[in-house]
């Protein structure tokens, strides 16, 4: 089936710095969706996102069907930004048509 | 509101009891998905089912049991053949494969003493 990586797996940053995470995936994908994780386990849906760039504030997503990548950033960081970062992709083809995690990004912000 | 509840929040059982987890969307979803997490890990997927009546094994199926007589409802039961059950829960449910966002409950939390 489709592998999705994430990298890096652990990030420690002060506040007010900048991030970039990024996610591989190994198979084409009808799409893709980056969620946040918070300290009580809900997760939050950040960008729905199979192709081009989206902006919701200090956050941004960028995906790459053709290179099979997507890449989260994070500008300004604040200590709420803490938790957990996972993409997910469906795959397109008929054995992978289910929805797949990578192992997610724990981002830790410093105040 | 429009959204997933999952219930009970919390749940202690002991060894070899068979426990549901409930799961009910009133977002007029057609697929529904439970997945596993483990303390520090990722989401391991357990069952799916893209429409009522129906659904598929997932990556972690064995000692797990599901059932879709409803589109709102997609309960999880955790048999005593799981060798180790306790984890989180997190149900989730979609519009058809390929066609839309991802949306999740807040999570069932099962402790097996």
């Known amino acids: 089936g489709i592998q999705v990586e994430q990298s890096p797996p652990d990030l420690i940053l002060q506040e007010g710095a900048n991030s970039t995470l990024r996610c591989n995936f190994s198979?084409?994908?009808?799409?893709l969706q980056w969620f946040h994780q918070n300290p009580w386990g809900q997760l939050i849906n950040l960008f729905y996102i199979p192709s081009g760039t989206k902006q919701n504030g200090r956050l941004s997503a960028t995906t790459v069907a053709t290179e099979r990548y997507s890449l989260l950033y994070i500008s300004s960081s604040q200590t709420t930004d803490s938790g957990v970062y996972f993409c997910?992709?469906?795959?397109?083809?008929?054995?992978?048509?289910?929805?797949?995690f990578g192992s997610g990004t724990r981002l830790s912000i410093r105040p | 509101d429009g959204g997933i509840t999952q219930s009970p929040k919390y749940l202690f059982r002991k060894e070899g009891q068979n426990v549901t987890l409930s799961c009910e969307q009133n977002?007029?979803?057609?697929?529904m998905y439970w997945y596993r997490q483990d303390p520090g890990q990722g989401l391991r997927l357990i069952y799916y089912?893209?429409?009522?009546?129906?659904?598929q094994k997932g990556d972690i199926a064995e000692g797990y049991s599901v059932s879709r007589e409803k589109k709102e409802s997609f309960p999880l039961t955790v048999t005593s053949a799981q060798k180790n059950p306790t984890a989180f829960y997190l149900c989730?449910?979609?519009?058809?494969?390929?066609?839309?966002?991802?949306?999740f409950g807040e999570g069932s939390r099962l402790t097996v003493l």
């Open positions: 977002l007029n979803h057609d697929a």
């Open positions: 198979d084409s994908v009808n799409n």
């Open positions: 989730a449910s979609s519009p058809p494969l390929g066609a839309g966002e991802l949306f």
């Open positions: 089912s893209q429409i009522v009546n129906d659904f």
């Open positions: 997910a992709v469906e795959g397109r083809s008929s054995s992978a048509s289910k929805i797949i």
